[in-house]
């Protein structure tokens, strides 16, 4: 038997997973030096198809390495794959519907010489090899052999760089998953104890809700106002889950520039988009086995979320520049402030994507609907702060208790966070009064002062009484560290859009020294 060469290309496979393409090239070259023929291509198996990924000869070009075709439409091909032995197609091969797997592609003579070689490892079929020449025969014998034996070979190196091409996967995602963890550090844990502290019925009721869920393995959407703590109970869903011991990553749909949130979710090849030096893992990729949070989710582009259906229904996708399909066991919890129904009903959400993300929709109350959670949440974050920052202690006093539960906080536990925090700067320990938190007294309404015929206050009133006050201590000022946002917890833009809703005028706050003309700071 001749020696077959090329095999040193083969093994370069191995180092060089990367290089796939050019090596299998090269290596189609080599086999054409001792099968003679006019195509040979390498074809990988996906599934129910096959698909070029190589080909070398003078019958070679773009269209054949687009060629794809289904293993249902060529039973020769499914019995090579089956028997593991290469067939040399006959005249009754040609003569029949079945035809060669280039048929209709290249204009070859019936009854031309065709060879189909399977590609296997172990118990793995991982395609085929194709041997075309323009001349009419059947392969002899002698040839058929060299063709198995370098098959075999072919397969070897390609299930290597398969492995090489894993493992260096895995070496990234693990790199990925250290830098997310880190920030992530005792979220969990932390998240489970906040919850189950909830004396509120609205947060208890939830609560019992996430716990039966956390174990289905099932797709949660949780939803709730901007603040309210939707993260809070992804993580702790995570960790009372079966996959608690694994990955609980997080990405921010809202805050990633629209043509980088498919590279941020699937990860990218070197090279496959300005900028892209290197491969990096998506976070599905770094969530394998574990979850991954889609915070924000009704702010993802529709192009991302046709790629994120199919993971949800395949457990699989390409990362961005490969045509390498990569299957991932993540588990996805979904979080938003947006009313999805009314985004599917405007075009700015994939209905299938919305029933499936819903199967199992959590609401997380606001914070003026559990009053009493307000003063855990602030003692809990005040010693968090005496520990982070070498300050305090600080104390909560019965009127700022008292102020703080009455507060209709729009912006709800951020908003409650941000308030504290600004009270910590300006009081490095000690009690922290209602004036100090910027909250004059209960802002709740005293029913007894209400006679029985008066009417009672909405929550539009509440709302539109606590924004003329933010408004009157900043002196009209949204903007700026000093502003009347900032003293909210809010966005600048959500609260001139509250503003607006409710019908509040900023410039009747405005003092007269900065009407226009004299140099108001606000834009």
């Not at 003579?109 to 070689?117: E, F, Q, R």
């Not at 906040?194 to 869920?213: D, E, G, I, T, Y």
């Not at 588990?331 to 947006?338: F, I």
């Not at 609260?495 to 809703?501: E, G």
Request: charged share 25%.
């Amino acid at each position: 038997m001749a020696a077959v060469p090329g095999f040193g290309d083969l093994a370069a496979l191995v180092s060089r997973p990367e290089a796939t393409g050019e090596l299998f090239t090269g290596a189609l070259h080599a086999l054409r030096a001792v099968v003679p023929c006019d195509l040979a291509a390498i074809w990988r198996l996906r599934a129910d198809r096959l698909d070029v990924v190589a080909a070398a000869g003078p019958l070679a070009d773009d269209a054949v390495s687009r060629h794809t075709l289904s293993l249902a439409r060529y039973p020769t091909v499914r019995r090579a794959l089956e028997i593991r032995r290469p067939i040399p197609l006959e005249e009754h091969h040609h003569a029949s519907d079945e035809g060669d797997p280039f048929d209709g592609l290249l204009d070859l003579p019936v009854g031309h010489s065709c060879m189909v070689v399977p590609l296997f490892a172990g118990e793995q079929s991982l395609g085929i090899i194709t041997l075309d020449r323009s001349t009419c025969g059947v392969y002899p014998a002698e040839v058929v052999e060299v063709a198995g034996v370098y098959g075999h070979l072919v397969a070897l190196a390609m299930a290597f760089a398969d492995q090489a091409a894993r493992m260096d996967r895995y070496r990234q995602a693990l790199k990925e998953q250290n830098r997310l963890l880190t920030e992530e550090a005792g979220g969990s844990h932390v998240a489970c104890r906040r919850l189950l502290a909830s004396a509120a019925p609205a947060m208890k009721s939830v609560v019992r809700q996430a716990q039966q869920v956390a174990r289905a393995d099932l797709p949660v959407l949780i939803q709730g106002e901007t603040g309210s703590g939707k993260e809070v109970f992804a993580q702790a869903i995570h960790a009372w889950s079966d996959r608690a011991d694994r990955p609980f990553i997080k990405i921010n749909c809202s805050a990633i520039p629209e043509n980088l949130v498919e590279s941020e979710l699937f990860g990218h090849v070197k090279g496959s988009f300005s900028g892209a030096e290197r491969a990096r893992p998506g976070r599905f990729l770094t969530a394998d086995g574990g979850t991954l949070l889609l915070d924000e989710i009704g702010d993802m582009p529709l192009s991302a979320q046709t790629r994120l259906l199919r993971v949800l229904q395949e457990g699989a996708f390409e990362p961005v520049g490969s045509d390498r399909t990569v299957t991932v066991d993540v588990r996805v919890l979904a979080a938003t402030h947006v009313d999805l129904e009314q985004a599917v009903a405007e075009g700015r959400f994939r209905e299938d994507l919305y029933y499936r993300l819903a199967v199992f929709p959590l609401q997380v109350p606001p914070l003026r609907e559990r009053p009493d959670d307000i003063a855990a949440i602030a003692a809990d974050f005040l010693r968090g702060a005496t520990r982070r920052g070498g300050l305090g202690p600080w104390t909560l006093p019965p009127d700022a208790r008292e102020a703080l539960a009455g507060a209709p906080w729009p912006g709800n536990v951020r908003q409650l966070i941000n308030v504290l925090e600004r009270a910590t700067i300006l009081q490095p320990a000690g009690a922290l009064t209602p004036d100090l938190l910027g909250l004059a007294g209960p802002q709740r309404p005293r029913v007894e002062a209400q006679s029985p015929a008066a009417p009672f206050p909405t929550l539009a009133d509440n709302e539109r009484t606590y924004l003329r006050a933010a408004l009157t201590r900043t002196g009209g000022q949204i903007y700026g560290d000093d502003g009347a946002a900032a003293l909210l917890g809010l966005k600048p833009t959500t609260l001139q859009s509250r503003l607006k809703r409710l019908g509040v005028e900023r410039s009747e706050f405005v003092p007269a020294d900065r009407v226009p003309g004299a140099g108001p700071r606000d834009p």
